[in-house]
Each structure stands twice: as C-alpha cells, then as structure tokens.
C-alpha cells in the first residue's frame, strides 16, 4: 500500500509539470516548493498509530488537516483557473501522503 501511495503521489506531481501551463521556470519552482514545504508539514506532524486505538486511515486524515495551510497555498499556485478537480486532487495526494508518512513515523 505504501508503494501505491508513494507512487501516486509522483504520478500526481509529474502531471503538473508536463503540460505547456507550467512552462515558466519560477512557477515550477514555486509549485515544487511548496509540494516540499507540504510535505515537510506532513512529516513533522505524522505519528504512529497507537496500537488498535485508532487507524492509520483516520490519524493520516488528522495530519493533512493539520496540514491544510501548506496543501491550500499548493492549490492555489498550481490551480490558477480553480478548477475542483485539480483541488481535489491535490488534497487527494495529500491525503495519500500523509498516510505513507504515518505508516513510517517511528514506533
């Protein structure tokens, strides 16, 4: 499940850069740092589950909440005709991330 996880989150990031729109070096760059910077969010806030208590699904979704500052500035400089299915998206990606950060977060 991790594999998928990782792997989709490439796939979601390659996808933004392919396209003509994203041609402009200082908006790659832009969008890369803050795919970094929303990633960096997730890991500083991923912690294990405890042990049967909660699931992992539930405690990923907390860790993207915490991280909705981050994953809305990444919205915004990657959507600039707002479209939903872009946001959804990346907040999908998020989503998915956050999960593979706390299946790794230490015990």
């Known amino acids: 499940?991790?594999?998928?996880?990782?792997?989709?989150g490439a796939?979601?990031?390659d996808i933004l850069f392919e396209g003509n729109e994203y041609s402009n070096p200082m908006t790659v760059n832009r969008i890369k740092r803050l795919y970094e910077a929303r990633d960096a969010c997730l890991a500083r806030n991923a912690v294990p589950s405890d042990t049967g208590?909660?699931?992992?699904?539930?405690?990923?979704?907390?860790v993207s909440l915490s991280c909705?500052?981050?994953?809305d500035?990444?919205?915004?400089?990657?959507?600039?005709?707002?479209d939903p299915k872009v946001a959804l998206a990346i907040r999908n990606?998020?989503?998915?991330?956050?999960?593979?950060?706390v299946m790794r977060a230490p015990r």
């Open 1 to 8: 499940m991790a594999v998928l996880a990782l792997s989709l």
């Open 11 to 13: 796939c979601s990031r």
């Open 53 to 62: 208590n909660s699931d992992v699904a539930s405690i990923a979704k907390a």
């Open 68 to 71: 909705a500052p981050e994953t």
């Open 73 to 82: 500035r990444l919205i915004v400089a990657s959507n600039p005709d707002r």
């Open 93 to 101: 990606d998020t989503e998915q991330r956050a999960l593979v950060y």
